[in-house]
C-alpha cells in the first residue's frame, strides 16, 4: 500500500471514531448536563451542573484526539498553559483549596480531563483512587448557582 493510501485509510479512521464520539457530535454537553464556559480556536472548557462538586469541570481538545498520549502540534504546546489558566480560575471562582485532575478514557475515547475543585469532606479527594462513587448520590446543582459560577468563570478566563 502507498504512503498516500495509508494516510487516506487513516484520515477515514479518523473521521469514522469522530462521527461516534460524543464530545466531538457536540453531544456530551447534554448527555452530561455542561455547560460551556471557556474555549479557544483548540480548547474547551466545560463546567457540569449535575454535581455535588461545585464546579466540576472538563477540559478537552476541539480536534478528535483519543488520549493525552495522542497529543501533537498546537494542542500540546497549549495543554499545560490552558490546564494552568482554567485550574487557577477554577479555583478562584469556587473557593476550593486545590484543584484535583483526573484522566480515565475508557468510557470516551476523546481526551477530557475532569477538573475537581478540592473541598474537606468532598466528594471528590483522594479516597476517589479507593473508593467507587454511588452515581445516585449526585444532585443537580440550583440554577442560579450554576449561572453564577459560569460568569464568574467567564470574567476570570478572558
Not at 18 to 42: H, M, T
Not at 72 to 91: C, T, Y
Not at 139 to 147: C, D, Y
Request: glycine content about 6%.
Amino acid at each position: 500500500m502507498s504512503t498516500i493510501g495509508a494516510g487516506r485509510k487513516a484520515k477515514l479512521g479518523r473521521k469514522r471514531a469522530q462521527k461516534k464520539c460524543p464530545i466531538c457530535a457536540r453531544k456530551a454537553d447534554k448527555i452530561f448536563n455542561r455547560v460551556e464556559v471557556w474555549s479557544n480556536e483548540r480548547w474547551r472548557l466545560t463546567t457540569t451542573r449535575y454535581s455535588q462538586v461545585k464546579g466540576l469541570s472538563y477540559l478537552e481538545p476541539k480536534k478528535h484526539v483519543p488520549f493525552l498520549s495522542d497529543l501533537d502540534g498546537k494542542e500540546a504546546k497549549e495543554f499545560g498553559v490552558i490546564l494552568s489558566k482554567v485550574s487557577k480560575a477554577i479555583k478562584i471562582a469556587t473557593g476550593a483549596q486545590l484543584v484535583y485532575y483526573y484522566v480515565f478514557g475508557d468510557t470516551i475515547p476523546h481526551l477530557h480531563v475532569h477538573i475537581a475543585p478540592h473541598f474537606p469532606g468532598h466528594l471528590f479527594s483522594e479516597n476517589i483512587t479507593k473508593e467507587t462513587l454511588d452515581e445516585g448520590t449526585l444532585s443537580r446543582m440550583k440554577p442560579e448557582k450554576v449561572s453564577k459560577l459560569v460568569k464568574r468563570l467567564q470574567e476570570l478566563l478572558r
